[in-house]
């Protein structure tokens, strides 16, 4: 694993941060990619770990959470550790026409989950609707993170539109290894930051929200 920090890009607007953005992303995916596997399954476990004995997790009655996709960090564990706890569970479904993310309800993971829309797991057709105002801690999905709680999306905007939707006592957490945290993350001023951020190594960030 390559242990050099990224560079920290410089102040970017318009075409120029998209740049930035789309050059960090192919990089850190790049990178994520080519961890091995074994290492990834148990970074994973030390991950899943971590959020589950965060208090703001234990503390959460309603859970928006990710099953996992290609190389990023295997949460579908976190989905069963929330079901036990007796949390109701939503993941996100890909609305494609409206470029918006439904909230569906998870109840039997091998039951109600589906490959979806680009090959990302996501809740069957049959899961019932859960409302946005319902959550109060989503964990958010994302290519790179800073220690600020800056936040690289895969670029398709969907969790950019889904997090101001959300309660402001939803707690924002981020999983990931810890190749995929950089000094800073390019981002504009509007872009929502994250609360808490968990690696294999442990809590990045854990800043409380009034």
Request: glycine fraction near 8%.
């Amino acid at each position: 694993m390559n242990d050099m920090p990224h560079e920290r890009p410089a102040s970017k607007v318009g075409a120029p941060l998209r740049e930035a953005k789309q050059v960090m992303r192919a990089s850190v995916v790049a990178e994520r990619d080519a961890l091995d596997p074994a290492w990834r399954a148990q970074a994973s476990a030390a991950i899943v770990e971590c959020i589950a004995g965060l208090p703001t997790f234990h503390a959460a009655r309603s859970v928006l959470l990710t099953a996992p996709f290609r190389s990023e960090w295997d949460a579908a564990p976190l989905i069963v550790r929330a079901l036990a706890a007796g949390k109701t569970v939503a993941l996100p479904r890909v609305d494609e026409p409206a470029r918006m993310l439904e909230l569906k309800r998870i109840v039997d993971p091998l039951r109600d989950i589906r490959t979806g829309h680009r090959g990302i797991p996501e809740p069957a057709s049959h899961c019932g609707e859960i409302a946005t105002d319902a959550i109060d801690w989503v964990l958010v999905p994302g290519v790179a993170f800073d220690p600020a709680g800056g936040r690289l999306g895969y670029g398709g905007g969907y969790y950019d539109r889904l997090l101001p939707m959300l309660p402001a006592r939803a707690v924002r957490v981020a999983g990931a290894f810890s190749a995929q945290v950089v000094d800073a993350v390019p981002r504009a001023p509007h872009d929502i930051t994250m609360d808490t951020v968990v690696t294999e190594a442990g809590v990045v960030l854990d800043r409380r929200r009034a």
